[in-house]
């Protein structure tokens, strides 16, 4: 082979094999017998398992249970294909059918969503104009970059080892949990309501972007059509592949073990809120969590952390107002939630008692007269 294949190298970096090569004695016997100069043929040696059908048999005509490569390309694109093969683990055998495929399209779907969310609202940014410096970002922002500095070395940890589901597994949990579930649905709130111009949605911009430009690269090598279209909307450059590009340099975060802490504890809180919240909806007092306000009770740095907020506490919550109250002890700890009694402002949606107080504009509160018609409101936290 090397002789009609020069540019081939020896040893080879990895020997592919099924798992009944890697029992047969032929195979033992052959690459042994290669081994006359003392050295290996490959550097490394991977075994998969073979493709079965949804009740872990073998595929064949006779049972009508083949799964046709080319037939889900033609209905339902590659990268399909291609995410089912990277979230299987090839250690053990691969099962494929209609329905783990039909799965697999939803797990898609969910991803895709999130992605066109994000570039929906990085449409009208310039980075290279209004990229808000790290140290001048909000502080969820900074959260968001190092929850994605942290995914990155997980996927890079998990490509290294060859172990493709764990890739597929971590991209989708930060996508569906870190950034959908709250990053994203927190920032909902900042990227709508406050001046489009603003710092505060500014800092959401320069974070989105730093996070799709990673994340752009990391399912580059599953789902390369997809990312292609991805890059292409984040760059603008169609000419340029984001194949031809190394992992992405997220910037430094300052006091990022700080950062970390602080939003440990929110995030530790969150389910405790949930659940305070869901009981009141079960017995009909409130319906959206905006209907709500909380009394947080913490003690410790659980308190410490939920403080620093100040009047910002209630935006990771996605309540109309939020206040902590510190106790001795964890055992006091607890969330007790109610329904507001302030008007809705039409805008925003939070209830809040300074809505109507200028009679010009009856429907909306305080914040967002500002947003509207002053300098816009500040942000720190979140």
Avoid at 267 to 293: P, W
Avoid at 361 to 369: I, T, V
Wanted: proline letters at 5%; one cysteine or more; glycine letters at 6%.
């Amino acid at each position: 082979m090397r002789g009609s294949h020069p540019e081939l190298g020896h040893p080879a970096a990895m020997y592919l094999e099924g798992s009944d090569q890697h029992r047969g004695w032929f195979h033992s016997s052959l690459l042994t017998g290669c081994a006359i100069d003392g050295r290996p043929p490959y550097d490394a040696l991977l075994t998969h398992g073979f493709v079965v059908d949804g009740q872990g048999r073998k595929m064949s005509k006779s049972r009508g249970n083949v799964v046709a490569p080319q037939e889900v390309c033609d209905t339902l694109g590659a990268d399909i294909l291609r995410l089912w093969v990277a979230s299987s683990d090839y250690s053990g055998e691969l099962t494929i059918s209609k329905e783990i495929l039909q799965r697999v399209v939803e797990v898609y779907r969910r991803l895709r969503n999130t992605l066109r969310f994000m570039l929906a609202n990085i449409a009208d940014f310039d980075p290279t104009r209004e990229a808000v410096a790290p140290e001048a970002l909000v502080d969820l922002d900074r959260w968001a970059i190092l929850a994605t500095a942290t995914a990155q070395q997980q996927i890079t940890d998990a490509y290294e080892a060859m172990e493709f589901h764990r890739v597929v597994q971590t991209m989708m949990h930060f996508a569906s949990e870190t950034l959908g579930a709250f990053y994203l649905d927190v920032l909902k709130d900042r990227l709508y309501t406050t001046p489009a111009q603003g710092h505060p949605r500014k800092s959401a911009q320069t974070a989105i972007t730093h996070i799709l430009h990673a994340f752009v690269r990391w399912m580059a090598p599953i789902l390369p059509f997809t990312a292609e279209e991805v890059w292409e909307h984040l760059t603008g450059n169609p000419e340029e592949s984001v194949m031809f590009h190394t992992w992405y340099e997220l910037p430094a975060i300052p006091d990022a073990d700080a950062v970390r802490e602080r939003w440990h504890w929110v995030l530790d809180t969150r389910e405790r809120v949930t659940k305070a919240i869901e009981a009141k909806r079960e017995a009909g007092e409130i319906g959206a969590n905006l209907e709500a306000e909380i009394t947080l009770f913490a003690a410790g740095a659980r308190y410490q952390a939920l403080a620093a907020l100040g009047r910002e506490l209630h935006f990771p919550y996605i309540v109309s107002r939020a206040e902590v109250v510190e106790v001795a002890t964890a055992e006091e700890e607890r969330v007790e939630a109610r329904k507001s009694p302030h008007g809705k402002c039409a805008r925003c949606w939070h209830y809040e008692p300074d809505v109507g107080s200028d009679p010009a504009h009856p429907d909306l509160c305080g914040r967002c007269q500002t947003n509207l018609m002053g300098s816009g409101e500040t942000r720190l936290w979140a």
